[in-house]
């Protein structure tokens, strides 16, 4: 069953950097996942896919890959664009846009 490794992106309600300097190991479903009959549930006879193992570096997830017998793919991080800018730029007298208040 493959693996992926990847350095999880910030979610939408997330205001700072925790939890995505380091890198992530998760197994992809090997089974699909069933609907059991009784009471309608979705179950999974695979329990590797629950699994997620935390890394420092990108070396350290796929040394362990590799010693654990793993095939793994790595995802490189996309890089983050942000625009800085400030409340005050808003009033600027050579503000780029048209005043729109």
């Known amino acids: ?17 925790a939890r995505t300097k ?3 190991l998760v197994f992809e ?13 979705t179950s999974s006879g695979d329990t590797r896919q629950q699994l997620r193992l935390w890394f420092d570096t990108k070396e350290e997830a796929m040394a ?7 095939a793994y793919r790595v995802e490189e991080p996309h890089e983050v664009k ?11 007298f050579n503000r780029v846009g048209p005043w729109t208040h």
């Open 29 to 41: 479903q090997d089974k699909p996942r069933e609907i059991e009959p009784l009471m309608g549930w």
């Open 64 to 70: 362990y890959a590799e010693r654990e017998g793993i």
């Open 82 to 92: 942000r625009r800085t800018i400030s409340y005050s730029d808003n009033f600027k």
């Open 22 to 24: 380091q890198w992530l």
């Open 1 to 17: 069953m493959p693996a992926r490794i990847y350095k999880p992106a910030k979610s939408a309600t997330q205001s700072g950097l």
